[in-house]
């Protein structure tokens, strides 16, 4: 029981811990960036303020070329309705068809069983064909024999470093 409550003691103060530490760090995080952004906002501000500080030139005005000669409508124009007049269409010619002949009744179609069919031997289609021999297995390479360096490689280069020494 005591193993149980410690394990549980230690997982709380870990987390506690490192929630802790997160916290602080991201104060620090906030505060360095707040301190950033102050320092870009005075960057501008002085900026703007030393455009407005400098030289203007000084433009003369124009006169307006020409006015409009012709008045504006102050409000929009005013009408009166006028009544919707129904204005009745020519009554078109009625067609008379001749009367239709009565249709007779078709009798139902008989309905005759034809026999089951009798199961015929089938078709073959294709002919059987034989299974074809296996190929033979290929033969073994020959192992390449080992072409063993002469003696007097070995005392080459023995002697060569022998005297590099």
Do not use: C
């Not at 301190?35 to 003369?60: G, P, S």
């Not at 078709?106 to 074809?132: A, F, G, Q, R, Y």
Request: charged residues 35%; proline residues 18%.
């Amino acid at each position: 029981m005591f193993k149980k409550s410690l394990v549980v003691a230690l997982l709380l103060s870990t987390i506690t811990g490192s929630y802790a530490s997160d916290e602080k760090e991201f104060k620090e995080w906030l505060k360095q960036y707040k301190k950033e952004f102050k320092t870009f906002v005075d960057e501008h501000d002085k900026e703007f303020a030393q455009f407005l500080k400098a030289n203007w030139v000084e433009t003369e005005v124009e006169p307006e070329v020409k006015r409009d000669s012709k008045p504006k409508v102050t409000a929009p124009p005013k009408t009166k309705p006028e009544p919707i007049v129904e204005v009745e269409a020519d009554p078109q010619p009625v067609v008379l068809l001749p009367p239709a002949k009565p249709v007779e009744p078709v009798p139902p179609p008989e309905i005759v069983k034809k026999p089951d069919p009798v199961p015929s031997e089938p078709e073959l289609v294709h002919k059987p064909t034989e299974p074809k021999p296996l190929p033979k297995p290929l033969p073994k390479p020959k192992p390449k024999p080992v072409v063993k360096p002469a003696p007097e490689q070995f005392v080459y280069v023995k002697k060569a470093k022998a005297g590099q020494q």
